[in-house]
């Protein structure tokens, strides 16, 4: 607990442990799915999951699993998604089979043991390494753990060098080695990796070519098939149940970058077209787009959807509006828009999609807009924009504002913890563990009792199961009780603190006087944008700030 003078000996003392909130985390990699040795995600949860369960100060609150996920980097969905809890304070331990399952980057693995998890207070375990955090007898001697990382990280480069020379040698035999088919195509039933004709999309891209090829532009196509009622591509795999989506767009829309991706894909002429993009972990090379002069395309290897005259026809007409539009266009115009502080918190309130950051005609000068209402995509979505100049005070004086609002109830705080109630409350909370640990000792003992009268013939069948079923819901009961009360000990041990995360987050940046990069990224969610220069800002740490509001009796905004 943060007052030291009164850290919880006697809680101790009843065996109420700090109970974590804990995620389970489990991984395949799509080439352990075809292993037949590697455990598989059901069984990695099983055994965490059993692991969990015997242990009462470890209380499961979620699992997270990436499937067909590699763990050569930690850029999947679930994992983002299980990060996102911890960051809102809802998860502070975090469960695995073993270091592999959890990533096989030797840096990046020990980035997260070694720094990131103990500077936010999360524990981590893995339980077929022996290894846990916060246990002194396990095995977490630094050597070690850096060795098995290491070991990780070489089986990775080593599978990585493999698995790439195996699908270099399938693309350039024509193979379909994707995830789900392209729009228009489905996998064959008889070959996997063989691509045939859907019939329920298939016309939709003739049309999508005709359009093009007859001179429309791409975001006058997105607009017709809006406009229809045609589902997007992402909107139709949403509705099979085949993705889904974590992030703030509410819509699923046509768009004009989907039109240009499907007008400039020889797939749809019959030629496998693949290896775009290229990963190769064991030369330590990143993600890269590749020219398409690298690219792999094995002609006629599927049936085409449309000739090659109607395609050559859209080449010849994208090419002759790209020539007129930029007869007039300022080529500076996306400068800078890299590594910007706002980069990826603005969203539109109607859409949810991602504002987009564009020079304005005043030097230095940039506003952030809604691309779905600018392009006029055939939605119900209002026009609104947010000027970066005005944005960047708005919110340095708002940081401001919680800053001092961090001052003010951290201050509160430290006197309110001094006050006799708050000592007698936490001395009650001892008591009552105290009493319900030496009630749940009590039940559990006469639960298990019963069957030895019951084998005496002291109680009659029906007796026995009744007695048994009542013991156990009354044990049930105890043990809600005292979850209950670990809660209210743990709120006030991390939340009712100094010690409190939106405190800290806060304290971070005390003497800064501009905003960074790093200082709106840990203070804010996301800026949701309702119009022209309106917007609101949802903060990170909301439960642990209203947590503290009410403690203290303020009133939160």
Known sequence: MARKSRTAAPIAAVALEKVYNTAIYARLSSEEIQDQTVSSLDNQIYLVRQYIEERPYLKLCSVFSDNGETGTNFDRPQFNKMMDEVRAGNINCIAVKDLSRFGRNYIETGEYLEKIFPFMGVRFIAINDGLDNEDKDSNTDALIVSLKNLINDVYAKDISQKIASSYRIRQQNGEYIGGLPLY????????????????????????????????????????????????????????????????????????????????????????????????????????????????????????????????????????????????????????????????????CADCGSKLSRIKTKIPNLYNFYCPVEKKNLGTECTRKYVNE?????????????????????????????????????????????????????RLTQLKASLYESYADKLLTEDEYIYSKQRYGQQIEEVRQSLERLQEENTMQAETLTPQNKWLQALKRFTDHDELSRDMVHALINRIIVSDVNKFGIVWNFKNEYEALCDYTGEVSE
Request: hydrophobic residues 35%.
């Open 389 to 441: 100049a005005a944005l960047y005070d708005i919110v340095l004086v708002s940081i401001k504002k919680e800053i001092q609002k961090a001052a003010d109830l951290s201050a509160i705080v430290e006197r309110l913890n001094k006050h006799q109630s708050v000592v007698d409350a936490e001395n009650n909370i001892v008591k009552r563990a105290a009493q319900l640990q030496k009630e749940l000792k």
């Open 184 to 347: 228009g195509y489905k996998k064959s039933e008889e070959n996997h990796h063989r691509l045939v004709i859907d019939e329920e999309t298939a016309p939709l891209i003739r049309d999508i070519f005709k359009w093009k090829g007859d001179g429309m532009g791409d975001t006058a196509i997105a607009r017709r098939l809006n406009e229809m009622g045609v589902p997007s591509p992402t909107k139709r795999l949403v509705d099979m149940g085949l993705i889904k989506k974590t992030n703030y767009c509410k819509l699923f829309i046509w768009r004009d970058r989907t039109i240009r991706l499907i007008t400039t894909n020889p797939m749809y002429i019959g030629h496998m077209t693949q290896g775009r993009r290229r990963q190769a972990l064991y030369e330590n090379m990143p993600q890269k787009v590749l020219p398409q002069s690298e690219w792999v395309i094995v002609e006629n290897t599927h049936e085409p959807i449309v000739d090659k005259i109607v395609f050559d026809m859209a080449q010849e007409a994208r090419a002759k509006n790209t020539k007129d539009f930029y007869k007039n266009y300022d080529k500076s115009k996306h400068l800078n828009n890299e590594g910007h502080v706002f980069k990826g918190l603005l969203v």
